[in-house]
């Protein structure tokens, strides 16, 4: 079996990066945020460019990535296993409509300007104790030097982002069916669940193993990413 990983909105290879280290077995970074995917075939057309369609995979997913994994997973017969880490669940139109998330998104963007590296590392870590050199690299990676304006910017191209948000509604993904692929769903539990995640969570399907972590929060994967593919491998192991 081959593993891929698919990031979050915002992440890079560096995010994985401790959580590989974990894992017992090789697994191959996937970024579809640097590229234009504007229909459910473009996504298919990227995910097969970049893997193996002839052996047995297992794709492990973060955030939006749960949601172009699910897709996948339900149009592709070589993923036997998809692993969803708080994504491709929710019907987003039930948080926020599609014109509110871009305007979000572009301001949030906007936002993120900094005269320095240093700055820009500072602002992402907030309040955060002792941070790894791993997530210090993540968000350095995050960002890249404007020689015109002369600050460090997110780097991201907004309308390749504006592209995969559009793209996730048409997917429909937390709907799509996935009668031959083992799932698992590992996210976050909160003391105080906003009403349209604990509904979603509530809908998940029986068959999906779900596994609910006390005291993290939405990228747990880098917080404790031992206990993460120590899950991940016992399921595995229980399904084989």
Same mark, same amino acid.
Not at 88 to 97: A, E, F, N, P, V
Not at 226 to 240: G, H, P, Q, T
């Given at each position: 079996?081959?593993?891929?990983?698919?990031?979050?909105?915002?992440?890079?290879?560096?995010?994985?990066?401790?959580?590989?280290?974990?894992? =017992?077995? =090789?697994?191959?970074?996937?970024?579809?945020?640097?590229?234009?995917?504007?229909?459910?075939?473009?996504?298919?057309?990227?995910?097969?460019?970049?893997?193996?369609?002839?052996?047995?995979t297992c794709i492990i997913a973060h955030s939006?990535?749960?949601?172009?994994?699910?897709?996948?997973?339900?149009?592709?017969?070589?993923?036997?296993?998809?692993?969803?880490?708080?994504?491709?669940?929710?019907?987003?139109?039930?948080?926020?409509?599609?014109?509110?998330?871009?305007?979000?998104?572009?301001?949030?963007?906007?936002?993120?300007?900094?005269?320095?590296?240093?700055?820009?590392?500072?602002?992402?870590?907030?309040?955060?104790?002792? =941070?790894? =050199?791993?997530?210090?690299?993540?968000?350095?990676?995050?960002?890249?030097?404007?020689?015109?304006?002369?600050?460090?910017?997110?780097?991201?191209?907004?309308?390749?982002?504006?592209? *995969?948000?559009?793209?996730?509604?048409?997917?429909?993904?937390?709907?799509?069916?996935?009668?031959?692929?083992?799932?698992?769903?590992?996210?976050?539990?909160?003391?105080?669940?906003?009403?349209?995640?604990?509904?979603?969570?509530?809908?998940?399907?029986?068959?999906?193993?779900?596994?609910?972590?006390?005291? *993290?929060?939405?990228d747990f994967y880098t917080a404790v990413p031992?206990?993460?593919?120590?899950?991940?491998?016992?399921?595995?192991?229980?399904?084989?």
């Open positions: 079996m081959k593993f891929y990983f698919i990031g979050g909105l915002g992440s890079n290879e560096n995010h994985m990066s401790e959580f590989a280290h974990c894992f =017992p077995f =090789p697994i191959t970074y996937l970024d579809p945020y640097k590229l234009k995917l504007e229909s459910p075939q473009d996504l298919v057309d990227w995910f097969e460019a970049h893997t193996d369609s002839n052996t047995k939006l990535g749960g949601d172009l994994a699910r897709y996948l997973a339900s149009n592709m017969s070589q993923i036997t296993n998809l692993v969803l880490l708080d994504g491709g669940y929710l019907d987003m139109k039930h948080i926020l409509s599609l014109e509110q998330e871009i305007e979000e998104t572009l301001a949030y963007l906007k936002q993120q300007v900094f005269p320095s590296l240093e700055e820009a590392v500072a602002s992402e870590l907030g309040d955060t104790d002792n =941070p790894s =050199p791993a997530t210090i690299k993540a968000i350095q990676s995050s960002y890249r030097w404007n020689p015109d304006l002369h600050h460090y910017e997110l780097d991201f191209d907004s309308q390749a982002v504006l592209s *995969l948000l559009r793209l996730r509604r048409e997917l429909r993904s937390f709907q799509a069916p996935l009668i031959d692929t083992k799932v698992m769903f590992i996210g976050p539990k909160y003391e105080e669940e906003p009403e349209w995640r604990a509904r979603a969570l509530e809908n998940l399907d029986p068959s999906i193993k779900k596994v609910l972590l006390k005291d *993290l929060g939405h031992e206990f993460v593919s120590k899950e991940i491998i016992n399921w595995i192991k229980i399904c084989s």
